[in-house]
C-alpha cells in the first residue's frame, strides 16, 4: 500500500472570446473574423492558443508538478477551438480530452471542460437549458449548464460548469438571470442526490456575481455547498477587475462530504486563484490586472480579462 497522497487541482477559467477564424452564419462571431475591425488573424488565434495552454498548463503549480487534471473553461466557441488548444504547443503533452455540446448562447459561446481521461474516467454527460424571457415574453438565450459525471480516484464525482447571465444592463437589472440558473443548479444537484444521498458535487463557473451575492448564497443554501472563495476574496485579490475593484465572479462549490476523510479517498486542501506575473499588466495604470487579449478592438495580444482558479484536493490513499 502507497501512503504518498496525490494532489488534484480543479480548475476553472474564462478564456475570454476563443472564437476560431471561421465565419460560422449561425453564431454571431462576426468581431473574431480576419476581416472584422478586430482583425482576428490566424497568428493571432495560434498566439492565443499557445498562451492559453501555457497558463492551463501552470495552473495550482505551487504545490504539484502536474497539470490540473479537470479544467472547466467559459467563452469558448465551437469542438474546433478545443481540439486546437488541447493539440495546442502547451498542452499537447498533457493529452486533454474535452466535453462540449453547442447551446442557444446569442454570442454564440459556451462551455466546456478539458479532463485527463487517465486520471478521471468520463460516464455521463449533459446539458441544462436555463429559461429566460425578456420584458416582451420573447426567450432570451443563454449558455447552457453542463453536468459531466466520472470517476476521480476511485470516487463517482459530479462537476456543474456554468456562465451565469453578464451585468451588462445592470447588476440589479440582471440579477433575476442568474437567480433563475441557481435554480436550475439547485435541482440537478437534487436530482444527482435522489440517485445517491452521498453524490459529491463540484459546481465551477463564472457566476457573473460575487461569493456574497444571492445567487451564490442560493446554490450554497439550498445545496449545502461550501465556497472556499469567500475567503480567498479581499480588496487585492480576485478573479477579475472592474473600475479598479477586485471581483471574484469565477468560484468553485462543493458539497461538504469533501471534508468527510473517514468516508473519502478525496478531501479538499487549498482554493486559490491563479494570478502570476506573467498573466498581469506589468505598467501603467492597469497593472496587476489581468492582460487581456483585447480591449474594445485594441488588440493587446494577452490571454483573458479573468484568471483561472482553482481548487485541490488530495488523495488519503
Not at 44 to 66: D, M, W
Not at 74 to 89: G, I, P
Not at 110 to 126: G, H, P, Q, R
Request: hydrophobic share 30%; net charge negative; aromatic share 12%.
Amino acid at each position: 500500500m502507497n501512503n504518498t497522497s496525490e494532489t488534484y487541482t480543479i480548475a476553472f477559467y474564462n478564456i475570454e472570446n476563443l472564437f476560431d477564424i471561421e465565419n460560422d452564419p449561425l453564431t454571431n462571431d462576426d468581431d473574431f473574423l480576419p476581416t472584422s475591425v478586430k482583425r482576428w488573424t490566424p497568428k493571432r488565434y495560434k498566439n492565443k492558443l499557445r498562451k492559453l495552454g501555457s497558463v492551463i498548463s501552470q495552473i495550482g503549480e505551487e504545490n504539484t508538478s502536474e497539470a490540473p487534471v479537470i479544467v472547466g473553461l467559459a467563452e469558448v466557441e465551437n469542438k474546433t477551438v478545443l481540439s486546437d488548444l488541447v493539440r495546442s504547443k502547451n498542452l499537447i503533452e498533457e493529452s486533454y480530452s474535452y466535453v462540449h455540446y453547442d447551446s442557444s448562447d446569442e454570442r454564440g459561446i459556451d462551455v466546456a471542460l478539458l479532463y485527463k481521461s487517465d486520471v478521471f474516467k468520463v460516464e455521463n454527460s449533459e446539458t441544462f437549458s436555463v429559461y429566460l424571457q425578456n420584458e416582451f415574453g420573447v426567450q432570451d438565450f443563454t449558455r447552457d449548464i453542463l453536468l459531466v459525471q466520472g470517476k476521480l480516484h476511485n470516487e463517482n464525482i459530479n462537476i456543474i460548469v456554468n456562465h451565469w447571465s453578464s451585468r451588462r444592463e445592470g447588476e440589479n437589472e440582471t440579477e433575476h438571470k442568474r437567480i433563475a440558473a441557481a435554480n436550475v443548479v439547485n435541482s440537478i444537484i437534487k436530482m444527482l442526490k435522489n440517485e445517491d444521498t452521498n453524490a459529491k458535487v463540484i459546481v465551477m463557473g463564472d457566476f457573473n456575481d460575487n461569493p456574497n451575492n444571492n445567487s451564490i448564497a442560493i446554490i450554497e443554501k439550498e445545496s449545502s455547498l461550501y465556497n472556499p472563495f469567500k475567503t480567498v476574496w479581499s480588496r487585492e485579490k480576485g478573479s477579475l477587475n472592474h473600475d479598479f475593484q477586485w471581483n471574484f465572479f469565477d468560484q468553485i462549490l462543493f458539497s461538504t462530504n469533501f471534508f468527510d476523510t473517514s468516508n473519502s479517498n478525496l478531501s479538499f486542501d487549498k482554493a486559490n486563484v491563479y494570478n502570476s506575473k506573467f498573466l498581469t499588466q506589468y505598467h501603467g495604470k492597469y497593472k496587476g490586472q489581468p492582460f487581456r487579449t483585447y480591449v474594445g478592438k485594441k488588440y493587446k495580444g494577452g490571454y483573458s480579462d479573468h484568471f483561472p482558479i482553482y481548487i485541490q484536493l488530495k488523495s488519503s490513499s
